[in-house]
């Protein structure tokens, strides 16, 4: 028995379309088709398979129960030939023309133009797209297909990464601030009485309050640069990643606050092809640079320290 498919691409899409739209009519319009054409090819790949996909309730087409397998089947296929269509060109083409990068923001900035700098110096034609997010808006850029590169702080279901970085973040003011003048070891009581500079979470869905607290006040701002900058003149205090501020707490202007517990926070960054198997030369060369450039800077502070 031939182990070639029966069943065409276009018939897969055609059934797939009415399925999405609600109608033939609806999916001959998306698919640019006649109705009859779309109809057609479902039946086509109904009498081939030996199956019935769908059922006429009233003037509607609804799936039989074998119908809703082939459908998210037919879905996995249809997005596979897709992969396979984009790795060929990205193959054929050699390095990709557009990268899309999605990086947490508590990643360290200068480590990652750094990574990007030397990037360009090996490919030049090469145009990153950044997309600077917060927790679910850098997991969203990878479950929608914005970013073919991630660093992010979990890997959702169905995708490969590995541990990058671990951050060291730290409670910090001004040292002029309140907090720095109560002159003893501070509670949670202390912080809820002055104001929390948190970061915005990115992405359609937000709803972590990861690194946050209850406090009477509080700023929620969409970039660390705008946090950094409002602890640094004084109006309140936050926890940042130590990599992030290291400048300033050298310069002075900005102190570790003296807590009885909770001074330190950790987290771990994870490193993700978006598409492990069709990912292109250019997207697997920027992500062997970054883990190379923080493979480096660990080295360095641990011979440091």
Known sequence: MSDNPYITLEQWRSLIAVVDTGSYASAALYLHKSQSSVSYSVQKLEALLNITAFEIHGRKAVLTTTG??????????LAEAARIERSAKK?????????RLASELIFPTWLLLDCLHQFGLESPHTRIELIE???????????????????????????????????RFIAVAH???ALHRV????????????RHLVIRESGSKRNSKTLTMEATQRWTVSHNATSIE????????AWFP????????EAGTLKPLPLAEGSERFATLYLILADADGAGPGTRRLAQLIREGVAKECHLKKGLD
């Open 242 to 249: 130590e990599e992030n501020i290291r400048t300033h707490l």
């Open 91 to 99: 193959l054929s083409a050699g390095w990709e023309a557009e990268i």
């Open 183 to 194: 002159n003893r070891t501070l509670t949670m009581q202390d912080l809820q009485a002055e």
């Open 230 to 237: 409002a602890v640094v003149r004084g109006y309140g205090f």
């Open 133 to 167: 997010s917060v927790l679910g808006g850098t997991t969203e850029a990878l479950l929608t297909g914005q970013a073919d590169l991630v660093i992010a702080n979990t890997i959702p279901p169905g995708f490969l990464g590995s541990a990058l970085i671990h951050l």
């Open 175 to 177: 040292p002029d601030h």
């Open 68 to 77: 809703q397998l082939l459908y998210h089947r037919g879905k996995n296929l």
